[in-house]
C-alpha cells in the first residue's frame, strides 16, 4: 500500500470540541492509514483536497507550540477524536509525542484513543497527567474478521498493550465499537479484557455517509445470512436487536457482577475491580441530550 504523507503548518492544535466528553478536540494527524470500512471521521477527507481514498493519506501537522498550557489546566482533551495519533507514522514524526511534551505539568486532563499499541513508548510521560486514560477499539477477537474491516495492529497486540497500561495504574477503556450486528460478540471480548480495564463502552454500528454501502455490500458478499437482520436495522429502523442486546448485556453483567449504565461514562472503577460498563447504543440522542444540558 502506498501511503501519501504530507507535512502542513497549522496554527494550532487545541481545537474548542463540541462533544460533551471533552473541552478540546486534539489531533496530531489529518487522516489516518489503518483505513477502516466503518470509519466515520471519513467525512474528513472533503476538507483536505486529498484525490487519494480515506485510509491512503496522512497530512502531519506542525503548530505553533504551545505557549501558555497552564490554561488548560482541568479541562478535557481528547487526543484522536478523528484520527489515530499513534498510527504507524507517529514513529517517524512524533507528533503526538511532542504535543504530551508542550501540556506535560499543565494539569490538563488527557484521554486518548487508539488502535496501536505505539503508545507504549508514552506510557511514562502519559503517567505525569493527571486523571489520564487510554482507550483501544477493539469489536472482534477473530482475526480474520478484524483484517477484512482494518489494517491496524493486531487484537493480541492490543490487548496486551492496555494490560500494560493498567498494570502501570493508568486508567484504561475499552471500546467495543462499532458493534456488528450478528458477528461481534460483547460478551466474548469483555471476558478477555475485564482484568485489565477500567471502563468498557458498547457502541452499535451506524451507517452513514458514503461507507453505509461499502459496508452493507460488504455483508452481502461475506455474511449474506444477515442480509435481512441489517434491512431491519438499517433500512427499517428497527431497533429490537439493539434492545435485544441491552437486555442481554444487563443479564451478563448481572452475572458476573459487573456495574452497567446507559449512556453515563462518569464512573469508573478503582484498579482491582471489577470494570464498569456502559451502553450507549442510543448515542445519537445521547449527544444531542448532552449538547443541551452542558
Not at 482533551?77 to 503526538?96: H, L, M, N, W
Not at 506510557?123 to 482507550?135: G, H
Not at 490487548?159 to 460483547?186: C, H, R, W
Request: glycine share 6%.
Amino acid at each position: 500500500m502506498s501511503v501519501v504523507i504530507k507535512e502542513i503548518e497549522t496554527k494550532g492544535v487545541m481545537t474548542k470540541s463540541n462533544l460533551p466528553v471533552s473541552d478540546y478536540s486534539v489531533n496530531p494527524y489529518v487522516g489516518c492509514v489503518h483505513g477502516c470500512k466503518y470509519c466515520y471521521a471519513s467525512f474528513m477527507k472533503r476538507f483536505t483536497n486529498h484525490p487519494e481514498p480515506w485510509g491512503d493519506f496522512v497530512d502531519v501537522k506542525y503548530w505553533t507550540p504551545i505557549k501558555n498550557p497552564k490554561k488548560y489546566a482541568g479541562k478535557e482533551a481528547f487526543i484522536g477524536s478523528v484520527t489515530d495519533p499513534y498510527q504507524p507514522c507517529e514513529k517517524e514524526y512524533g507528533r503526538t509525542r511532542e504535543l504530551l511534551e508542550q501540556l506535560r505539568g499543565s494539569g490538563v486532563n488527557i484521554s486518548i484513543a487508539t488502535r496501536s499499541d505505539l503508545v507504549l513508548r508514552d506510557l511514562d510521560l502519559i503517567k505525569t497527567f493527571p486523571n489520564a486514560r487510554v482507550s483501544w477499539s477493539i469489536n472482534t477477537l477473530d482475526e480474520g474478521f478484524r483484517k477484512q474491516m482494518d489494517r491496524a495492529v493486531s487484537i493480541e497486540r492490543r490487548l496486551n498493550a492496555m494490560k500494560q497500561f493498567y498494570e502501570a495504574g493508568v486508567q484504561t477503556t475499552l471500546f467495543i465499537s462499532p458493534i456488528f450486528p450478528g458477528i461481534t460478540d460483547p460478551k466474548e471480548i469483555i471476558s478477555a479484557a475485564k482484568d485489565f480495564c477500567n471502563l468498557v463502552w458498547l457502541e452499535n454500528l451506524n451507517l452513514r455517509g458514503d461507507y453505509r454501502v461499502k459496508i452493507l455490500n460488504w455483508i452481502h458478499e461475506n455474511r449474506p445470512e444477515l442480509d435481512g437482520l441489517y434491512k431491519e436495522i438499517y433500512t427499517y429502523k428497527d431497533r429490537s436487536y439493539w434492545y435485544a442486546l441491552d437486555e442481554e448485556m444487563k443479564e451478563f453483567t448481572e452475572k458476573n457482577h459487573l456495574p452497567y449504565l446507559r449512556d453515563d461514562d462518569s464512573r469508573r472503577s478503582d484498579f482491582g475491580e471489577p470494570p464498569v460498563v456502559v451502553n450507549y447504543f442510543f448515542h445519537e440522542e445521547v449527544k444531542k441530550s448532552a449538547k443541551k444540558n452542558k
